[in-house]
């Protein structure tokens, strides 16, 4: 069955510079979440999309932002890039999320980001 | 204070034991509550969801239960194999919050000979 895809796998980058990660979910769901997961920390949640449209903000950044696409793909910006950015940063799918409907999220692989 | 706190923090078995897990949380309203493993490096993987009504749900050698009066909820795994070294996590989600997570810390399970 088809699963979560989340590009690149990883990256290195440098303080101050940009990255963008992408994340295709399973076919057919129409939400989108972005985690954060530190190094031996909880996943954090990051922000969600449904239907291209933010359905809910965590705690993300002023210097990150994310967006949804026609295609239901959706990519997360991130810019002025500090080493506290170095994480996994996960993104999952769920079908329509509804309110508190209790969906099951569907995790990718994550993208490595390691910020020297 | 983490609303979602696991206990223990870590756990060493020997493989074909049993083992459970347990999980405290205050987040509120509560919606359903579920468990993920989660590889090294990798996303987490749903084992099991319950809903506030639901006191027990299984999945293979995984066993999930339930209190919403006391707020806790436990994954127990029977016939441990090694393949299940791994983080187990708690993990709520809040009523009317648009399926947003909360995550448990985490147990480190580690199955060996």
């Known amino acids: 069955a088809a699963g979560v895809i989340q590009s690149p796998r990883h990256l290195i980058k440098e303080k101050r510079e940009t990255a963008t990660l992408k994340c295709y979910p399973i076919p057919r769901h129409d939400t989108v979440y972005w985690y954060q997961q530190g190094p031996g920390q909880d996943p954090q949640f990051l922000i969600s999309f449904y239907e291209k449209m933010q359905s809910d903000k965590g705690s993300i950044p002023d210097r990150f932002s994310a967006q949804q696409f026609s295609d239901y793909h959706s990519e997360l910006n991130m810019s002025s890039l500090e080493l506290g950015d170095s994480a996994l940063y996960f993104c999952?799918?769920?079908?329509?999320?509804?309110?508190?409907?209790?969906?099951?999220?569907?995790f990718g692989p994550g993208t490595r980001l390691l910020v020297l | 204070k983490n609303q979602v706190e696991q206990s223990p923090q870590s756990l060493i078995i020997l493989e074909g034991k049993n083992c459970t897990l347990q999980?405290?949380?205050?987040?509120?309203?509560?919606?359903?509550l579920r468990w993920y493993k989660q590889d090294t490096g990798r996303g987490p993987v749903s084992l099991t969801i319950?809903?506030?009504?639901?006191n027990t749900k299984s999945n293979g050698r995984y066993t999930a239960t339930l209190d919403a009066d006391t707020k806790q909820s436990s994954l127990h795994i029977t016939a441990s194999q090694l393949s299940d070294s791994a983080s187990y996590i708690c993990v709520v989600s809040l009523t009317g919050g648009g399926n947003k997570l909360t995550f448990g810390t985490g147990t480190q399970l580690k199955v060996e000979l």
């Open positions: 999980c405290n949380y205050t987040v509120s309203p509560f919606s359903n």
């Open positions: 999952a799918s769920s079908p329509t999320v509804g309110a508190g409907t209790g969906e099951t999220q569907y």
């Open positions: 319950m809903t506030f009504s639901e």
